[in-house]
């Protein structure tokens, strides 16, 4: 899965870099001179979890593609903060249209490119959760069935978070937002709602789909690498924390991130031609407690009447999510995206 | 060269000639032809380098032209009626950002009820956002004005829309002079954007403007809208020069010179407004036509100066603000607000309704009575009106109005006297 | 290109929104004394040699452990290392192996021949040092690169004290000891052997010095009255050791007692056994928890087949029949006789009771003021004399040779501050870097490497080294294992984690420094410096 073999560097290969490793031992971000495609100076929260997947996710596109790449922006938090006139954090070209349809604006940037002759060029395309799997499907299934030469990335943070919090199509359960208050018995979002991308996009079978959180930055931009190398649509969804939104503290947005992969609610994988091919294992397995418990959106399960109800079923989800993904490295994995039930 | 041949042909043959390098295609009556046709060129090699995308929607169509537009390459795309509302949020931004795509709209009349025929209320929905939009009289006129509108969209950096009505215009076999290669390309040169996606030099395009500074950015839109008024004629001239016969320009007038009465009108209406109008000539009545072919950017001076002499105009439109009036109407009489004349209006066609000359004919001599309400909706069946309010009135649950209609009817189609 | 009104943004415009104004607090890099640090009794700089060491720049890291400390080598042998006792990685998996990478250093250096850093210009000072041991040499080497000139008197025909007389050579080697004095010594050092100081008032004025250094340690095994017959053959344990030590071992006879729980006892019993006792019996009063010797050294030697007699004291001895009593621990975990009585037989009793200073050399000077058999101190090691130090087992202290060789360190220094009239420097010491303040995701999972031991059959015969070092290779690992505890060790996760690229990279040993124009205070930095070197603190507004 992660192809940097531990070498007992103390951090080894999880932290962004080592004065002990080789240049390719380490990651993009620990290297002074990569692109900080989003630069300072842009309007996002104090620790943003989506400012920070955004430039892990583009500075490594921009390497694997030697700074020939063209950004293409949902509306959203990540373009509302970064290109508020006069200013622009964004050091690579960039577009934005709007909300729905940046997966077809995008196509026709690829499209362009390559009537153009530019094929060393390469498209990516960003949007949040609702961008992606709400107002935006129906131009990314068009994308992904067309096999369109573009990168599509999901930033992940599980709402509309610009707009004030309101729930989307990614919103987990038992999740509060502004449109699914913690009132009343099904406090928080419904459960056994909500759309899986990553496994709709491998039901497209297109060449490569892969889920990343901000937690495992290595991991990441191994991703990305590998889905550049490829060509057609390729999809990636990032897990981004939102401290803002999740009710977390700002400094715990990287911790965040890595409970939800470590208790298994978010499974990291990788699938190739609509199949998963490998699974980043879960380092020391945890109950969802410890996730949930760091979070406001979740504090309606905690308190004087805890709901150990919802935080059981959350917790079933989580084992759930193990057992399919084989996601403690001792279990094979047990995945076939169409046959799934939830 | 000459050929017979279908109006959405023609169209395309001629779009093919001005090198589009994205053509997207979704289809929706009375398109079809149009984006079919290309697509075959494409799949043969005869247009080439062109990429031919089959998009999942018309937002998609519209989108994926403007992310073509912006990485810079020629982007085109066609549509109509309820494709152009589908589709109008990015019909908004191509505008906003300045990309200049040129897109065809066969004009349909806009649900609900689904009709599938031409009328004008699909333009008119989109008149503020900030596209050209001209209007095709004829075939020739509608193949002619695309060539005139890759031109105009590129050095103004603005989208531009030719309508030409649907079926009536596309769906016709008409003798249509086509150019040639060589031809389209002196007279379009390659696009060369004013902004683009470059790696070598990297640009954010589409920030957030605020309060600050979006007056401006729109006030800034508007003149070069406006600039487009002198361009248009200027275009329309180098177009004469290149093909020789005229075509474009902001308007063409019929014996207005010496016209009490001018009948205004867009679109393919003004051949049987002509024959009317020379009806009444014969009959001694002092009547001419002006016809629109820019309709936004709205040529006001031009308007005023056809309108100068007459004391009536009499607008013809094939589109209707419910609750208000006529819009080219509201148009025209801002033009000529101060030039004493009155000002009726003649609303038909709707969904596809056929404009008769006799009716027109009929109109046109109220009008020189000074008979004719400031109002009229031509050809009227004011009986299934009654009947219909009356069952309104009489009880709640009247049922959905268009069926009403039909059942009354006794049939799908219109029925021509 | 055009760049359309407001639409199209040029890059590098947001660097004039300086987003630090949002900033409630901000972040600091902080250096903390690590635990190992903080322990050692040395004094040693822990963390920065292991720091110097992995990249294998190992004569980098040797200078800097010998800044503090000249006998690594030894200390890989015989130090109880406090510091793997305080480790934070032992709250992680296992302590770093930090004594194994001291003594593999140590080896190393004195297979390259690397010599010490030279003594500094020349004082003008004269100072006398009585004694050789780990307190008097370490003091001598800290003196001679002070610049001061040093006469090192000791009563042993050999250097080395109970480096040499006290611990067996099958744990510390003579030549590895031989190697790491002669580099004290090659610094120019006046020896003197063979010479017991009987009057130190007398000795300083009359070799003109300057100051003084009493490094006489704790050569006299405590004796117990035990009532014994003439033929009985008892002896203590530090004669044992010291005779062994002159190449002229006792006869001990085959089975061999000895009474005491502490690491004297243990290297006696050891030591009885490879001179071909078959039986050796450990007898002391107390039991295993109250034990005195380190874990280590009883591990080895019940491995060797010691026998040990728990809550046993040792009552009579007559001809070869000892008579031993049982013990119970009351309530406060005092032994308590029972009046149970067995016999054992014996040919030999050896004490391991303790040890007691000889302090007859400063009888004539009264202002030295001994109590419970030690030499008061102050913290600067200076005695109630003006210009009389002293240190090592001869002032209160635990009894090791690492708080020895700590002693020389700041007899050294003060006597250096005494000569010259100046106050040393005092570097205030930094807060404690606790496991707390780490993030420990970042560190790989890497369990300890085990030294290496001779076999139980070779080891009971002969005098050889029981514990091998670490290979290269192992000794690297070793050394990767430190956490690097409150001390930046350029991780790049502060650079690679800030959303608002705020950190600045300052290049290799560089560090790096925050950009306070745009650092919004999220804190995320702070929370993933894995070595805790970050700390959040209330911005100024």
Redesign the interface.
Known sequence: MTTQP?H?????????????LDDDG??V??D?NRT?S???????C????E??GA?YAIDAAMRASQ????A??ATGCL??F?????????????????F??AP??????????????KSD?RVVAQAGDGGTVDIGF??L??MF??NDDVLFICYDNEAYMNTGVQRSGATPPAARTATTEAIGSEAGNAFGQGKDLPRIAMAHDIPYVATATVAD?HDLEDKVERAMQVHGARYLHILVPC?LGWGS???????VA?LAKETGLFPVFEAVDGKVTGVSPIRHRTPVEEYLSIQGRYAHLFGEHPRTDIIARIQAMADRNITTYGLLAEEPADIDPKGVDV | MLRQIEGSRAVAETVALCRPEVVCAYPISPQTHIIEAIGVMVASGALAPCEFINVESEFAAMSVSIGASAAGARAYTATASQGLLFMIEAVYNAAGLGLPIVMTLANRAIGAPINIWNDHSDAMAVRDAGWIQLFAETNQEAADLHVLAFRLAEELSLPVMVCMDGFILTHAVERVDLPDQAQVDAYLPPYEPRQVLEPDDPVSIGAMVGPEAFEEVRYLAHLRQLDALERIPALATAFEEAFGRPSGGLVSPYRTEDADIVIVALGSVLGTIKDAVDARRDAGDRVGVLGITAFRPFPNDAVREALSGARSVVVVEKAFSIGFGGVLSTDVAMASHDTGCTLRTIVCGLGGRPITSRSLEQAFAAAALDELDSLTFLDLDHEIVERERTRMTTTRRSGPSAENILRDLGTVASRID | MERPFAITLDVGSSHANRTGSWRVERPVYVDRLPPCNDACPAGEDIQGWLYQSEPGDYEAAWRQLVEDNPFPAVMGRICYHPCETSCNRVQLDEAVGINAVERFLGDHAIERGWSLPAAGPDSGKRVLVVGAGPAGLSATYHLKRLGHSVSLVDSAPKLGGMMRYGIPAYRLPRAVLDAEIARIVALGVDVVLDHTVDDIRRERDEGGFDAVFLAVGAQLGRRVDIPAGDSSRILDAVSLLHRVADDDPPMLGRRVVVYGGGDTALDAARTARRLGATDAVIVYRRNRDRMPAHGEELEEALDEGITMRWLTTVNSFEDDRLVLEKMRLDDEGFPQPTGEFEDLGADSLILALGQDTDLSLIDEAPNVVVDDGVVEVLPTMMTGESGIFAGGDAVPSPRTATVAIGHGKRAARSIDGYISGEEPDQPGRHELASFDRLNTWYFSDAPRTKRPELERARRQSTFDEVVEGLTEENALFEARRCLSCGNCFECDNCFGVCPDNAVIKLGPSERYKFDYDFCKGCGICATECPCGAIDMIPERI
Not at chain 1, 67 to 70: A, E, I, N
Request: charged share 15%; net charge positive.
């Open positions: 531990i007992f560097y103390q951090v080894g290969s999880f932290a962004v870099g080592n004065r002990l380490r990651t971000q620990s002074p900080n989003l630069d300072s100076g842009h309007r996002a104090q620790g943003c979890g400012a920070l430039r700074g020939r790449l063209v293409v922006n373009e509302v970064s290109t508020p006139y006069p200013e622009t954090s964004w050091r690579i070209p960039w577009l934005h249209s709007l729905g349809n077809a604006v995008a196509t026709g940037v690829a499209a362009a490119l390559k009537v153009k002759g060029v129906g131009c299934s068009g069935e067309r930055l401290p503290a700002s400094s715990d947005t990287i911790r890595r």
